[in-house]
């Protein structure tokens, strides 16, 4: 097994099929290229193994040693809201890959492809399994947990390069908490992926913080009993775990 915290000096790049249209947060294009501040070897997420997509094997990535405490994070607490016990495989299209106008050349992007538990999994493959409202509502709360601690987490409804995948990073937020942005298409496709297919909520998913979607989350909030307004901090955080427990 290959350490995770053995630092790798060279680039040598990975075989990934990952996204690499990520802009800045108002969806401009970010120019240039990125050098990552280091890069460590990592095989598991708080303990899952992780494999890659495309093959099924079992191997290690790369990415930057915050990131992937950062990953480490997030996955305890999917694992504490799912309900599916313990996690024991997340399969990823990659981390880091040199590859210019990509979060994943900075080895501070993931993309997350299946996540496997003792007691089922919560897959990303839209274009697999289609709109099976079982596998929707599965696919937005994982998409839920993944928000609250990726400003910039890339849906199904972001475009068809995500049908594959949910893409993370957080160019946006760095190491902090993320915020709401009603600016933000990535986000607003989260909250209204949540709001119809978690929440069960009549809510348009065209990436505009419209009326109706307004309208919708002020429902899920008053059922929910949250009070801090979805721009702020706490209150983005409570819609978004709430999301991931189911509610």
């Known amino acids: 097994m290959v350490s995770r915290r053995s630092v790798l000096a060279a680039a ?12 800045s947060f108002d969806g401009s294009t970010l120019g240039g290229c990125r050098t990552p501040d280091s890069l460590v070897s990592f095989d598991t997420v708080v303990g899952a193994p992780l494999s890659y997509e495309l093959s099924g094997n079992r191997q ?18 999917w694992e504490s809201a799912a309900g599916l016990g313990r996690l024991t495989e997340i399969s990823t299209y990659g981390a880091y890959v040199d590859r210019c106008e990509s979060w994943h050349a900075a080895g501070r992007a993931f993309d997350v492809a299946v996540v496997r538990h003792e007691d089922g999994e919560v897959s990303c493959r839209y274009d697999e399994w289609g709109d099976d409202a079982g596998r929707l509502r599965g696919y937005w709360r994982l998409a839920a947990s993944l928000a609250a601690h990726f400003t910039y987490t890339l ?7 995500h049908h594959n ?23 607003v496709q989260v909250v209204q992926g949540v709001a119809r297919h978690v929440f069960g909520r009549d809510c348009p998913e065209n990436g505009s913080y419209d009326v109706a979607t307004r309208d919708a989350v002020r429902s899920v909030q ?10 702020d901090v ?14």
Do not use: K
């Not at 790369?62 to 990953?71: G, S």
């Open 234 to 247: 706490d209150g983005w955080r409570q819609f978004l775990t709430r999301a991931a427990s189911g509610g």
């Open 165 to 187: 995948h949910i893409h993370v990073d957080n160019a946006v937020n760095g190491f902090d908490a993320p915020r709401f942005r009603e600016r933000s298409r990535a986000q």
């Open 222 to 231: 008053s059922e929910l009993g949250i009070t801090a307004p979805l721009a």
């Open 155 to 161: 849906t199904l409804s972001y475009n068809a390069q």
């Open 60 to 77: 290690s990535f790369r990415a930057d040693p915050r990131f992937v405490e950062l990953l480490d994070t997030w996955a305890a607490d």
């Open 12 to 23: 040598v790049t990975l075989p990934l099929t990952g996204c690499v249209d990520v802009g």
